[in-house]
């Protein structure tokens, strides 16, 4: 994996994993459902952001502190490039419906 992106979790005490894809927060447990059911190391952008679109939507319907301004990154798996592509908001009402 040396010269290639990678993305970790970093805690609050510094503690660092090196994983495929993470949620954190209060809302995380109902996020990993809709992650561990949908991915695949396969996936293109449009999967991928479409997953991660449901699984933080999924997230903010569940979970009472979950929500506000979310921000959707691609990191490109190639180039280690990242992007914001997506940002959703309560205000728009397309997180909570």
Known sequence: DRGRP????????GARV???????GSGSTFA?????????PDLDRSAALKLVEDAVRTAAQRDAY???IINVF?????SG???RVKR???DDDTVRR
């Open 88 to 90: 959703i908001s309560d």
């Open 32 to 40: 990993y459902s809709v992650l561990d059911a949908g991915y695949r």
């Open 66 to 68: 979950s929500g506000g």
């Open 81 to 83: 490039l990242w992007s």
């Open 18 to 24: 090196r994983g495929d894809l993470f949620a954190v």
């Open 74 to 78: 691609f990191i490109d798996r190639q």
């Open 6 to 13: 990678q993305i970790f979790y970093v805690d609050s005490d």
